[in-house]
């Protein structure tokens, strides 16, 4: 099979899973800049994730939040019905177990057995509503932690955490995953319960063979190699999904590949090397997890979902037979240039023919704004008040 036709093939295959609370009125801790396009509610968010599907072909999912889309009172046959209406479904169930006020000394983690409970009971809740759904995934992220030393005894919220996850597990059905994310710090400065990905697979495994973990691309450690951890927790079948964005700093939120894309591409490049190796890469979770309080929120979405398919077909454009001749020999010129090569690539007339054999527009941006949708959804809108928060 031709490069060019094997890159459509893993594009039809490349799908991108949109945030629920990515399209509501969301900023800092500082505060937010009101966008009156914003969504303010769960209908308006399917809405708004629906004309992004619409446009790029890639998005046919939506993640929701279990406290802020189903509050008391929303049915979740309602919910479907607007996912339908909108050429999307439901996809992986965001239970939220860090906003509340009983959480503020933990909650899976929390020395109150009544409080661990309550916890577990909106865990529950929330898989029961993956079940009405139809979700294949529960994703699990928690702000248990601590601030300072001396605060609480670490080992003794590992085993609560990781009864709860065990519970968790058992709980959900056959055909579900649960994934857990992982975080260095923020809110918990001291330590988090879950900082890094090796305390995740630690507590995944023991959990089941249903628990994977999640890489979110934010949640990092300046210098941390990133594609590293994917490629070890690919040979250890225990990677999940990803949450997709970008950051400076720490946990940014920005759009994916607006500040280092060679790292995304490397990321994608060490799954394909995967496919090479192994013939094929078990289910993986693409996600986007992205907040906008500065751009507009369904443009912010497109331009992630683009950059994302630019730099997958980039990955699979890499020449993994010279690269494995080359480094054979200890080529390391050799062997970074053909990296180098795939990555400065222009894919875009590939995708862009990718979307022309579907019917899609080329640029699926230009055709948004060319749409009118956020003239109309402001007007409808005005100046929403969501009542929505920054997700980790």
């Known amino acids: 099979m031709a490069k060019n036709d094997i890159v459509m093939k893993r594009l039809d295959e490349f799908k991108i899973e949109l945030p629920s609370w990515g399209f509501a009125d969301t900023g800092t801790r500082f505060g937010k800049f009101i966008q009156p396009a914003a969504a303010r509610n769960i209908e308006e968010k399917i809405a708004d994730a629906g004309q992004v599907h619409k446009l790029t072909g ?5 993640a929701v939040h279990t406290l802020w889309d189903f509050p008391k009172g929303r049915s979740v ?5 607007a996912a339908k209406r909108h050429g999307v479904k439901i996809g992986a169930i965001n239970p939220n ?5 009983q959480y503020k000394w933990g909650s899976f983690t929390n020395r109150s057995a009544e409080i661990r409970e309550i916890a577990m009971a909106h865990i529950r809740d929330s898989i029961e509503i993956a079940r009405q759904v139809g979700s294949e995934y529960i994703s699990l992220w928690f702000a248990d932690g601590t601030n300072y030393p ?14 709860a996850l065990k519970t968790t597990h058992d709980a959900m059905a056959d055909d579900m995953t649960m994934l857990v994310e ?6 918990a400065f001291y330590a988090t319960d879950i900082a890094d990905w090796g305390m995740a697979m630690i507590l995944a495994r023991a959990a089941g063979p249903r628990a994977k973990v999640l890489v979110d691309t934010g949640h990092h450690y300046q210098a941390t190699n990133i594609e590293q951890i994917v490629a070890w927790l690919l040979d250890d079948n225990m990677l999940g999904g990803f949450h997709f964005n970008d950051r400076k700093y720490a946990d940014d939120d920005l759009t994916l590949g607006s500040i280092d894309p060679y790292q995304i591409f490397r990321i994608f490049h060490e799954i394909e090397n995967y496919r090479f190796r ?8 693409y996600m986007v997890d992205q907040s906008h309080n500065l751009k507009p929120k369904i443009e912010a979405m497109i331009q992630t979902v683009d950059t994302a398919q630019q730099l997958y077909a980039k990955a699979v454009l890499v020449d993994r037979k010279a690269l494995a001749a080359s480094q054979a020999k200890e080529d390391l010129v050799g062997s970074e240039n053909i990296l180098r090569a795939a990555f400065f690539t222009d894919t875009r007339p590939l995708v862009a023919e990718w979307r022309k054999w ?15 949708y956020e003239r109309r959804a ?10 929505d928060h920054s997700f980790a």
Do not use: M, W
């Open 58 to 62: 890639a998005c046919p999912t939506v």
């Open 77 to 81: 046959a309602s919910v479907l019905k």
């Open 97 to 101: 177990v860090f906003e509340l006020q």
């Open 150 to 163: 001396g605060q609480a005894d670490i080992i003794e919220r590992k085993h609560y955490l990781a009864e």
């Open 182 to 187: 992982y975080k260095p710090f923020e809110p």
């Open 278 to 285: 192994n013939g094929s890469v078990p289910p993986l979770a």
């Open 358 to 372: 579907h019917g899609l527009p080329a640029d699926p941006l230009a055709a948004h704004r060319a749409s009118g």
């Open 378 to 387: 402001a007007g409808k809108r005005g100046v929403g008040r969501s009542g």
